[in-house]
């Protein structure tokens, strides 16, 4: 069955099929951590449905969640009108919320994607603004639609000013640190004030405070906090995109939590919806400008996922599972960076929490003024490979794809944190050998 189904679904879907092209395993179980194939191997699965799961597979609260919604026989679709359900959820997610937002904030449920959410964010803030151009950041990731794909890094579309996100080991001014994200704040000033040569100003600039498939970057505090007084000063609703930071995953329930910055629109989607799909946007309530349905679409409801959503977050925050990923996640990268310091073709280790990345360079190259050497695409791919050869399932990001990202369950015990780490240095030293 295993190789029949890699087959034929190899053949019928589009050559634009992403994960599926390099982890060649037919899923059929899955727990927590643990996925197993069609073919009876096992895998310690640290995609987790692209940063998803904080709990991991199938937990047994999000199951049960669904089947008291199930077995309540309350209507699984029914548009965007409100229901007990939810209710519950609106009224968990709120408790969450950072800043002023948890005490007034307006909520609007969108498609069932987060690009449906980073979509609405930019509807919303070009609706209250009357303006209609964006700010967004070079290694980006918001999506697949036609904005949000604008916004996204590696996409050659008009219409978003890019400016440079920080980026310590590949920084673009070559100085890295404090002094690079500060290079990049000035920039952005600069552009922004300078009414002949910069841009005019925006409706709204949108930011992840980690870089996810960007190559797991985190942005400095000090930077996120000087994106915001910039766009507060000049009237620029601040977008922060959470879609795949949130709900524990960098160490704090949002990772914004950790510069203490408060958006105008916070986006989410992933984890909120407990392993189903749920997008929505929170922010400000002076920004609602929109009219009485200026926002639509069929799938705004879905009653499933708000309730997998709600037993997600509260399972999170009861158990303060973002403390645990904050502890976990310092723990691994303590071991990664001995694994970088005996291998010389890793390049960086880094992130936050449990949303870690571990950058693969060409050891034989010269390192460019700020220390870093090339990246080596190549070497990540054979890195992946022997992961899953090890049955480790790892996903690759950043500039160049040489970004070995690891986005375990916020459950995961030490052991298994270990297991996962032992897989990867094995890999490591046998994809340079
Ligand atoms: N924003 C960020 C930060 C993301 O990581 C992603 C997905 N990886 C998206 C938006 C888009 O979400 P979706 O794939 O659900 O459309």
Partial sequence: AHEGILRRQSLRESAARTYARSLPIVPVRARGLTIEGADGRRYLDCLSGAGTLALGHNHPVVLEAIRTVLDSGAPLHILDLATPVKDAFTTELFATLPGELSEKARIQFCGPAGTDAVEAAFTLVRTATGRSGLMAFSGAYHGMTSDALTASGGARHTGVTRLPYPYDYRCPFGTGGERGAELSARWTESLLDDHKSGVPRPAGMILEPVQGEGGVIPAPPNWLRRMREITAARDIPLIVDE??????????????????????????????????????????????????????????????????????????????LDRRAAELGARMLARLGGLAAAHDCIGDVRGRGLMLGVELVDRAADADPTGARPADPALAAAVQRACLDRGLIVELGGRHSAVVRLLPPLTITDEQADAILDRLADAVTAAVR
């Fill in 243 to 320: 879609v795949q930071t949130g709900v524990g995953r960098t160490g704090t329930f949002w990772a914004v939590e950790q510069s203490g910055i408060v958006p105008d629109v916070l986006v989410l989607s992933k984890a909120i919806g407990g392993s189903l799909p749920l997008a929505v946007i929170v922010y400000r309530e002076e920004l609602d400008a929109w009219q009485p349905g200026a926002h639509a679409g069929t799938f705004r409801g879905n009653q499933l996922a708000m309730a997998a959503g709600t037993a997600t977050l509260a399972y999170v925050r009861r158990n303060g």
